[in-house]
């Protein structure tokens, strides 16, 4: 039935779309005869594995004492997100990671699960509490050892130590190999000697260093015997109880920022600091007291990956938060746009609900569809690192895979928040312009999640090259005949798509009706071939444009690559688009009833033909599809918007939100009491026959 709706060929007066717009089309799966959600079967998939303590999370953050005051000054903010760490700490939010024989529950996946949460309550919040926990502490706990856990871990976990994760200089973001600061080792007095040599080597943009820190985990090139042995982590108290720099140790206050200002940001420099042998955190490379050197990872560039690796949680948690607050904004959006009515059909009737329009739908619905596959991938992320810091999967190849796949998700997540968050903002008119609609404060505080814990770029810089080396493994060893075989498929493979033989192909099958052909043609299967198709082409390019690096002169190869740097970005956006898509089909083989299963295909549907669309003129250039059906994806995706409208609520309310969680008054039923009392008033005075009559009438006499 529901496909016969996407083709039917009746006029535009069927129920679906009335003549003059749609005043009364289905606002409900009820209304539509349609399939419906099990909205609480859907909640529990978008909480995913760890979603008990999601629900706990999301519990806690009702109280008020939790919440964002829109408006606050900063210095105001900043007391009360320190407040609100200590009521984290009552909650027990603080121990879920740590070690039991600190007081800790030992459980990395239910820790990142609640920290997510945060951002429904204050995105300073949830990063400041990051920063002490995720970054500061973790630190602690990942790069050092049983001694160092002993001496701070439950200081840390209590907040009677707040600290600073100084790591970036104002000189080094993304780069921190390349940092300045020293820790110079003193092997009379037993210790390192912390020292920034140069203004750009101060510590810059940390959480916690302006006002509130006591101490901090200090990044710095160890050196010891004239020997620079890269980036290590030292332990370095900042603060005495009063709150003063120790002697050595000065900073500044960031100040004023884009958003997240209840996050004390600052700058540490340090002017030959001494600190004892001990607060070397030196899990992966150590130091005896006559300055030797040792590691169990000889290679420099693997130890220092291997050190930053143990880090990678922020990248989870920054993917999972962005979802979160992408979902805020889509819940509010959407069911403003379900409630608001602006201008009549032209036939005089009612003035028509925003989500009735055909672009509303288009600029809403493959968004939902989008952050949909985003909680889908989020929890395989999750789940990864979960079995990774849990001990479960610890091995270097595993390490490997979850730095790669986090490297992939966080960016397209924040990105898409940004995007997701303007969208809706436009979308709800001056409404969503007011502070207390949330739609402002979430874009100004999620707005630098692209580039903390690792600037995007970047990181999808880092995919691309594992993508890069997992394609020249094919050929590691590989005999003259596997390499023709090889060569062989590819050339296939180019001529194929280059020289029109699947476009003449497509133009067949499309003779007849469109809708069937499109739809019978672009389901799970081609959508897949096409994801994939899209990643596989684009890494065989790039490999292949840099073939002749090996060949070249250092400079050489390196201005090779930059050519080719955006083409290898793309190529690795390309690939985590893919990832998003098979976990989103993943997750719909999880789904029993068979109503739910229906609409969550059509959303799945909707997600892949959206990520198609947007790299059609790729498709084209290359062959993949043909013009005609390239312009068949658009008006399929108009199709399954519009068969997804009446499910529009559903989908949002599975989010689990409730009014606390919300704190939008246009998401509050406020605009449809509003809406309801102005279509009664009309039709009380209509009733009444004193209503005033239009100039437009006296002139059709």
């Given at each position: 039935m529901a496909d016969a709706a996407v083709r039917?060929?009746?006029?535009?007066?069927?129920?679906?779309?009335?003549?003059?717009?749609?005043?009364?089309?289905?606002?409900?799966?009820?209304?539509?005869?349609?399939?419906?959600?099990?909205?609480?079967?859907?909640?529990?998939?978008?909480?995913?594995?760890?979603?008990?303590t999601r629900r706990e999370a999301r519990e806690m953050i009702k109280d008020p004492a939790f919440?964002?005051?829109?408006?606050?000054?900063?210095?105001?903010?900043?007391?009360?997100?320190?407040?609100?760490?200590?009521?984290?700490?009552?909650?027990?939010?603080?121990?879920?990671?740590?070690?039991?024989?600190?007081?800790?529950?030992?459980?990395?996946?239910a820790n990142l699960a609640g920290f997510m949460e945060l951002v429904l309550a204050d995105p300073s919040?949830?990063?400041?509490?990051?920063?002490?926990?995720?970054?500061?502490?973790?630190?602690?706990?990942?790069?050092?050892?049983?001694?160092?856990?002993?001496?701070?871990?439950?200081?840390?976990?209590?907040?009677?130590?707040?600290?600073?994760f100084a790591m970036t200089e104002t000189g080094h973001g993304s780069d921190v190999a390349a940092i300045g600061t020293t820790a110079t080792y003193d092997p009379e007095a037993k210790e390192f000697v912390i020292h920034t040599p140069f203004r750009g080597a101060w510590k810059d943009y940390l959480g916690n260093a302006a006002l509130h820190g006591k101490a901090a985990t200090v990044f710095a090139q160890l050196i010891t015997g004239g020997v620079n042995y890269g980036v290590h982590c030292f332990y370095v108290p900042l603060r005495d109880d009063e709150g003063n720099f120790l002697p050595g140790i000065g900073g500044e206050d960031d100040g004023v920022k884009g958003g997240l200002n209840g996050i004390d940001n600052g700058r540490l420099h340090f002017d030959q600091v001494r600190v004892p042998l001990f607060n070397l955190l030196d899990r992966y490379g150590q130091v005896a007291e006559d300055g030797t050197y040792t590691s169990d990872i000889p290679s420099p560039g693997r130890r220092f990956f291997t050190m930053l690796g143990a880090l990678v949680q922020g990248r989870v948690s920054l993917d999972g938060a962005a979802t979160t607050g992408t979902a805020l904004a889509l819940y509010i959006a959407l069911t403003y746009a379900g409630q608001r009515r602006q201008f009549d059909s032209g036939a005089g009737s009612d003035e028509v609900v925003l989500l009735d329009y055909g672009k509303h739908q288009r600029r809403l619905l493959p968004l939902l569809a989008q952050n949909y596959a985003q909680f889908f991938s989020g929890d395989e992320l999750l789940k990864k690192f979960d079995a990774v810091f849990s001990g479960r999967e610890d091995t270097p190849e595993s390490r490997e895979d979850l730095e790669t796949l986090a490297a992939a998700l966080k960016p397209l997540s924040t990105w898409n928040a940004l995007w997701t968050i303007q969208e809706t903002r436009?979308?709800?008119?001056?409404?969503?312009?007011?502070?207390?609609?949330?739609?402002?404060?979430?874009h100004q505080d999620l707005d630098v999640y692209v580039t903390f814990e690792g600037d995007n770029n970047i990181l999808l810089q880092l995919v691309g090259k594992r993508l890069l080396s997992d394609f020249a493994k094919q050929f590691k060893g590989a005999d003259a005949a596997a390499l023709a075989k090889f060569a062989a498929r590819q050339t296939a493979g180019k001529l194929f798509h280059g020289a029109g033989l699947r476009q003449l192909g497509q133009s067949v099958a499309d003779f007849g009706s469109t809708a069937r052909s499109v739809e019978l043609g672009l389901r799970a299967e081609q959508q897949h071939e096409l994801l994939a198709g899209r990643v596989q082409q684009m890494v065989a390019d790039v490999a292949t444009a840099l073939r002749p690096a090996s060949k070249l002169s250092p400079a050489e190869a390196a201005a090779l690559f930059n050519a080719h740097q955006s083409e290898l970005i793309e190529a690795a956006r390309a690939h985590g688009e893919l990832l998003q898509w098979e976990a989103f089909t993943d997750g719909l083989a999880r789904v029993a009833d068979e109503g739910t299963a229906q609409v969550l295909t059509w959303l799945r549907d909707l997600f892949g033909l959206h990520l198609i669309e947007k790299h059609l003129a790729w498709y084209l250039i290359n062959g993949r599809l043909s013009a005609q059906r390239a312009a068949s994806v658009s008006r399929y995706i108009d199709r399954l918007s519009l068969r997804l409208r009446p499910h529009a609520q559903d989908l949002v309310d599975a989010y689990g939100f409730e009014p606390e969680h919300v704190r939008a008054p246009i998401a509050s039923g406020a605009e449809l009491e509003r809406q309801t009392e102005a279509r009664e008033y009309y039709a009380a005075l209509k009733a009444s026959g004193e209503a005033p009559v239009s100039e437009k009438s006296l002139k059709k006499k």
């Amino acid at each position: 039935m529901a496909d016969a709706a996407v083709r039917s060929k009746k006029p535009a007066t069927s129920r679906r779309t009335p003549a003059g717009g749609a005043p009364t089309a289905p606002h409900t799966a009820a209304e539509a005869s349609e399939p419906r959600i099990d909205v609480a079967a859907v909640t529990d998939l978008l909480l995913g594995t760890w979603g008990e303590t999601r629900r706990e999370a999301r519990e806690m953050i009702k109280d008020p004492a939790f919440w964002r005051v829109e408006g606050m000054p900063m210095d105001e903010h900043r007391e009360r997100v320190l407040s609100q760490l200590h009521l984290l700490v009552q909650h027990g939010g603080s121990r879920r990671a740590m070690p039991e024989e600190y007081g800790g529950l030992n459980d990395n996946g239910a820790n990142l699960a609640g920290f997510m949460e945060l951002v429904l309550a204050d995105p300073s919040l949830q990063i400041k509490s990051g920063v002490q926990w995720g970054l500061f502490g973790s630190a602690v706990f990942q790069l050092g050892t049983k001694k160092h856990h002993d001496e701070w871990l439950e200081g840390i976990i209590d907040l009677s130590i707040p600290g600073a994760f100084a790591m970036t200089e104002t000189g080094h973001g993304s780069d921190v190999a390349a940092i300045g600061t020293t820790a110079t080792y003193d092997p009379e007095a037993k210790e390192f000697v912390i020292h920034t040599p140069f203004r750009g080597a101060w510590k810059d943009y940390l959480g916690n260093a302006a006002l509130h820190g006591k101490a901090a985990t200090v990044f710095a090139q160890l050196i010891t015997g004239g020997v620079n042995y890269g980036v290590h982590c030292f332990y370095v108290p900042l603060r005495d109880d009063e709150g003063n720099f120790l002697p050595g140790i000065g900073g500044e206050d960031d100040g004023v920022k884009g958003g997240l200002n209840g996050i004390d940001n600052g700058r540490l420099h340090f002017d030959q600091v001494r600190v004892p042998l001990f607060n070397l955190l030196d899990r992966y490379g150590q130091v005896a007291e006559d300055g030797t050197y040792t590691s169990d990872i000889p290679s420099p560039g693997r130890r220092f990956f291997t050190m930053l690796g143990a880090l990678v949680q922020g990248r989870v948690s920054l993917d999972g938060a962005a979802t979160t607050g992408t979902a805020l904004a889509l819940y509010i959006a959407l069911t403003y746009a379900g409630q608001r009515r602006q201008f009549d059909s032209g036939a005089g009737s009612d003035e028509v609900v925003l989500l009735d329009y055909g672009k509303h739908q288009r600029r809403l619905l493959p968004l939902l569809a989008q952050n949909y596959a985003q909680f889908f991938s989020g929890d395989e992320l999750l789940k990864k690192f979960d079995a990774v810091f849990s001990g479960r999967e610890d091995t270097p190849e595993s390490r490997e895979d979850l730095e790669t796949l986090a490297a992939a998700l966080k960016p397209l997540s924040t990105w898409n928040a940004l995007w997701t968050i303007q969208e809706t903002r436009e979308a709800c008119g001056g409404s969503g312009f007011l502070a207390e609609n949330r739609m402002v404060g979430l874009h100004q505080d999620l707005d630098v999640y692209v580039t903390f814990e690792g600037d995007n770029n970047i990181l999808l810089q880092l995919v691309g090259k594992r993508l890069l080396s997992d394609f020249a493994k094919q050929f590691k060893g590989a005999d003259a005949a596997a390499l023709a075989k090889f060569a062989a498929r590819q050339t296939a493979g180019k001529l194929f798509h280059g020289a029109g033989l699947r476009q003449l192909g497509q133009s067949v099958a499309d003779f007849g009706s469109t809708a069937r052909s499109v739809e019978l043609g672009l389901r799970a299967e081609q959508q897949h071939e096409l994801l994939a198709g899209r990643v596989q082409q684009m890494v065989a390019d790039v490999a292949t444009a840099l073939r002749p690096a090996s060949k070249l002169s250092p400079a050489e190869a390196a201005a090779l690559f930059n050519a080719h740097q955006s083409e290898l970005i793309e190529a690795a956006r390309a690939h985590g688009e893919l990832l998003q898509w098979e976990a989103f089909t993943d997750g719909l083989a999880r789904v029993a009833d068979e109503g739910t299963a229906q609409v969550l295909t059509w959303l799945r549907d909707l997600f892949g033909l959206h990520l198609i669309e947007k790299h059609l003129a790729w498709y084209l250039i290359n062959g993949r599809l043909s013009a005609q059906r390239a312009a068949s994806v658009s008006r399929y995706i108009d199709r399954l918007s519009l068969r997804l409208r009446p499910h529009a609520q559903d989908l949002v309310d599975a989010y689990g939100f409730e009014p606390e969680h919300v704190r939008a008054p246009i998401a509050s039923g406020a605009e449809l009491e509003r809406q309801t009392e102005a279509r009664e008033y009309y039709a009380a005075l209509k009733a009444s026959g004193e209503a005033p009559v239009s100039e437009k009438s006296l002139k059709k006499k």
